[in-house]
């Protein structure tokens, strides 16, 4: 096999990958004809594959994770695509070229095994979006580069080379198929669903004069999303606080003979300091 095969092989034979002596044929993202599609990617679909291929680099040579780190940077525009700054396609052929130029005169062995088992990672991420002939094509290619580390001896001219080129063209195939089969579908990626805060609120509320007319009691649960102790209870004689139970219940009775209007708060009581959390909810009593 000649030295530098990939290379050499790339530029004679339009949409073909040699690797491992196995012509693997490549789909043309380009030319291939097909309807466009207004549907996009789902975004929680593309961050677990962002999160999935972060993972596959972790399996990477130390000096291939060390280069690639940075380059994991995907516009959810362009992720699906090979073409520009910022695609999945782009990062998984710079993922190739930086193991085919660490392999160059490299016979680190542990190397090239840790290498082919971050494509095979980063290929498991989008396996079940691929066509099946591509999947089988994926399984005779990791085949074929393991039989290549197995057997490798540096000592034999080219070898080194030859296996450093195939785990590039295994990158550079998987960065074809996954937009040949499954980006060129769709429309870019849909924009990240907006993240609604819930809020903290009086779920039940009742006030009510005693039976002597001077006495105001107050009872409610709140239900919470933030941080609460006390309930204020507003009337016009001032405020009162009233201490949540563990279940977020408060009771009070207050000594305000003329109160036409009860407001209540929650929130959290601290050294004389209160920050609300709900709303402020208003009763009018007779």
Avoid: C
Avoid at 2 to 23: D, E, S
């Amino acid at each position: 096999m000649k030295k530098n095969i990939w290379q050499k092989t790339v530029t004679a034979v339009l949409g073909a990958t040699l690797i491992g002596g196995v012509f693997v044929e490549i789909p043309n993202a380009v030319t291939t004809t097909q309807a466009q599609a207004a549907s996009q990617v789902p975004y929680s679909t593309y961050a677990s594959d962002l999160s999935g291929l972060k993972a596959a680099l972790g399996k990477a040579s130390p000096s291939v994770q060390g280069t690639m780190a940075s380059q994991l940077k995907i516009d959810p525009k362009m992720a699906y695509t090979n073409s520009g700054i910022g695609s999945f396609g782009t990062y998984l052929e710079a993922l190739g070229q930086d193991m085919h130029e660490r392999g160059i005169g490299n016979d680190d062995k542990a190397g090239y095994q840790a290498d082919l088992n971050a494509l095979v990672a980063s290929y498991n991420v989008f396996k079940s979006r691929l066509s099946s002939g591509s999947q089988s094509q994926f399984d005779s290619l990791k085949t074929s580069i393991q039989s290549q580390i197995d057997s490798l001896d540096p000592n034999v001219w080219g070898a080194v080379d030859d296996l450093s080129a195939s785990l590039q063209g295994y990158a550079f195939a998987l960065a074809n198929s996954l937009v040949a089969d499954y980006g060129q579908n769709y429309h870019g990626v849909a924009a990240k669903p907006s993240t609604t805060t819930k809020k903290s609120y009086i779920s039940k509320l009742s006030v009510k004069k005693t039976s002597s007319k001077k006495y105001v009691k107050t009872t409610g649960s709140v239900k919470l999303y933030k941080s609460a102790n006390y309930a204020r209870i507003h009337t016009y004689k001032g405020n009162a606080y009233a201490k949540l139970n563990s279940k977020h219940n408060f009771s009070k009775t207050v000594y305000a003979p003329k109160a036409k209007t009860v407001k209540v708060t929650v929130g959290h009581y601290s050294h004389g300091h209160f920050t609300s959390v709900t709303s402020t909810k208003t009763v009018h009593i007779k």
